[in-house]
């Protein structure tokens, strides 16, 4: 990846990318389209690639014609990171980002609380790492370039958009004036002010939170540690909280509570951001490159999925920064349904297949919203006996461990364990840390000439069983790839055989997305292929 | 419900009630609420059980209406 182009107000342009005709602009009802995406940022980006890889063509539509505006995420997990590596990014973004997995957090200058995230060995891909968004978006826009089958058109803002029962006619703003397209399924991956949830009707549920907070990155030559720093009540930042966050290229993020009064206009004033800034890092150098106010909403849509048109990422559902729970899942809900639509549209599994979507990711978003609210309330809480808990739970830190654990900066973004009809129930036990509904655990994998590897890459986005060698070969159904474990990739760290509590004979069958969907203690091609017909929604 | 003990399990309650009465004595309402808050939070991970928590609450609740 090149350097960018920063200005100084770098709000604007980091990259810019060109308008051109569509022959579609030509076609007087309209072309129709299999799948539309509306959105280029990475969750929009992360649906084209992954249809892409499934042989399915996909238009992809963006209102802008540059990458860099409005806000940015910065970390970036691993489970992120897993469905980017199967995209064909993720090492290059892993080599480009900073890999962090420590953690402190500070009532006013003394340290109450330090975390480790304790990356188990035998992963390919870190806990977490940070990365500017647009690198991630300047790297996924590269890739479409480098693919087949995704016509990625800048400077296109749906304008317009009529439901039918066999399709969506959408019109198109472009700088040539409006054109019409039919497409089959519109995928809205256009962000917290989605144009099309708007041009539907749709409302959100949940919650507004009433504190602001000023968010900049800066630009300094610093040597502190790569840990994530958090305060409540620091000396610098009197009565909020504070955060600090590294990013490549000397980067910073810089978060400040400033409480539910605060001026919006008067708090982005360069004179005022630099002062408050200056209270925290003293006489330092330093460049400000990006400033935002935020306020923070917790908050879906109540069904992601409303006849053709199937809502992804922010436009779906929103939540406080806290927690790094936004474009991650914003990815996790495009891997969701890149394998589900292709199946759908190659006529392999019913249209009903979406309601797992809207099912399973809805228990995503519930289960981001929760964490979510529970750490904004804890940061900033509403009332003030609320805040009389928190205090107390802060004072109590240094002293119990019970408290420290209730200390609450961000819960991670972790993958969330799908309760879903998809799945085959075990009928036999197991122990290990692969779950039901849960993306398999990684771990190293030789293949039988001693090359090294992961599981995950060698996993290569198709329903696959994974069989554990008993001496037989055994006989598949035609449509799923088997891979004998001991002999067509060698666990020679026994990391796998823990992992997945294996036994001789274990057969473990897993989801396009890498998914657990069953486990059966022996072979059995009927059960298998019950089990994948069942996870293609074909009960 | 039915975990959480409603019984007096203290040889001696008046001590026990004493106890913290005497932890609030001298303090403003605000230090007495502050110690109260932690007080809350330190017993109820002693206690380590959400559905006896739960029923605590529940009973302190329904104290406040009757009263």
Redesign the interface.
């Known amino acids: 990846m090149a350097d960018p182009d920063i200005r100084k107000d770098p709000r604007k342009v980091v990259y810019r990318y060109a308008y051109r005709r569509a022959a579609d602009q030509d076609v007087g009802r309209g072309a129709r389209h299999p799948v539309v995406v509306v959105g280029a940022g990475p969750v929009g980006l992360v649906a084209a690639l992954d249809l892409a890889s499934r042989h399915i063509p996909v238009v992809l539509l963006d209102d802008a014609d540059r990458i860099g505006e409005g806000s940015r995420g910065i970390c970036y997990a691993k489970r992120t990171l897993e469905i980017l590596d199967r995209l064909g990014v993720g090492e290059a973004l892993v080599a480009r980002g900073v890999t962090w997995k420590l953690g402190e957090v500070y009532l006013g200058d003394t340290l109450v609380y330090g975390f480790d995230l304790l990356p188990e060995d035998g992963h390919k891909m870190p806990a977490f790492i940070n990365l500017q968004q647009y690198y991630l978006e300047k790297a996924l826009v590269d890739r479409v370039s480098e693919v087949n089958g995704i016509d990625l058109r800048w400077n296109n803002r749906v304008s317009g958009l009529t439901l039918h029962d066999d399709c969506v006619e959408l019109t198109i703003e472009t700088p040539e004036g409006p054109y019409h397209l039919q497409v089959e399924w519109l995928i809205a991956a256009d962000g917290a002010r989605s144009t099309v949830r708007e041009l539907i009707g749709l409302k959100f549920r949940g919650l507004t939170f009433e504190d602001k907070f000023l968010i900049a990155d800066i630009r300094m030559a610093a040597d502190f540690a790569t840990v994530r720093r958090f305060w409540f009540d620091p000396p610098f930042h009197s009565g909020q909280s504070a955060l600090m966050h590294r990013q490549p290229d000397n980067i910073w993020r810089v978060d400040l509570q400033l409480g539910p009064d605060a001026d919006v206009e008067e708090e982005q004033r360069p004179e005022r951001v630099l002062q408050r800034l200056r209270r925290m890092l003293g006489e330092r150098d330093f460049e400000l490159e990006w400033v935002s106010i935020y306020r923070f909403n917790c908050r879906r849509l109540d069904g992601f999925v409303h006849g053709r048109v199937i809502f992804i990422g922010d436009s779906a559902h929103q939540v406080s920064p806290f927690g790094a729970r936004g474009a991650n899942s914003g990815v996790q809900d495009a891997e969701n349904l890149a394998w589900k639509l292709a199946a759908i549209l190659r006529g392999e599994a019913p249209a009903t297949l979406l309601e797992s979507y809207d099912v399973e990711r809805g228990q995503a978003a519930d289960d981001n919203i929760l964490h979510s609210t529970g750490s904004t309330d804890f940061i900033a809480p509403r009332s003030a006996a609320e805040r009389r808990l928190r205090n107390a739970v802060l004072g109590l830190a240094p002293k119990a461990e019970f408290a420290r654990r209730m200390v609450n900066s961000g819960r991670l973004s972790t993958p969330t364990i799908y309760h879903s009809a998809l799945t085959t129930p075990d009928a036999a036990p197991f122990a290990g840390s692969a779950r039901l509904g849960a993306p398999v655990p990684d771990a190293p994998l030789e293949t039988r000439d001693g090359s090294p590897g992961y599981l995950l890459e060698r996993l290569g986005g198709l329903f696959e069983v994974l069989y554990v060698s008993d001496g037989r070969r055994p006989n598949t159904p035609e449509d799923v790839k088997v891979t004998v474990i001991g002999e067509d990739l060698i666990d020679r760290t026994g990391l796998f055989a823990a992992r997945f509590d294996t036994r001789p004979g274990s057969t473990y069958l897993v989801r396009p997305d890498q998914h657990l969907t069953a486990r059966f203690r022996s072979f059995e091609g009927d059960k298998v292929r019950a089990a994948m017909d069942r996870a293609l929604g074909k009960q | 419900m039915g975990k959480l003990i409603t019984a007096s399990q203290f040889p001696d309650p008046d001590a026990a009630y004493r106890s913290v009465i005497e932890a609030h004595r001298g303090l403003s309402a605000e230090a007495s609420?502050?110690l109260d808050?932690?007080l809350?939070?330190?017993l109820a991970?002693h206690i380590g059980d959400a559905d006896v928590l739960a029923e605590a609450i529940a009973l302190a609740q329904a104290s406040s209406e009757q009263s």
């Open positions: 609420a502050d808050a932690r809350v939070l330190v991970n």
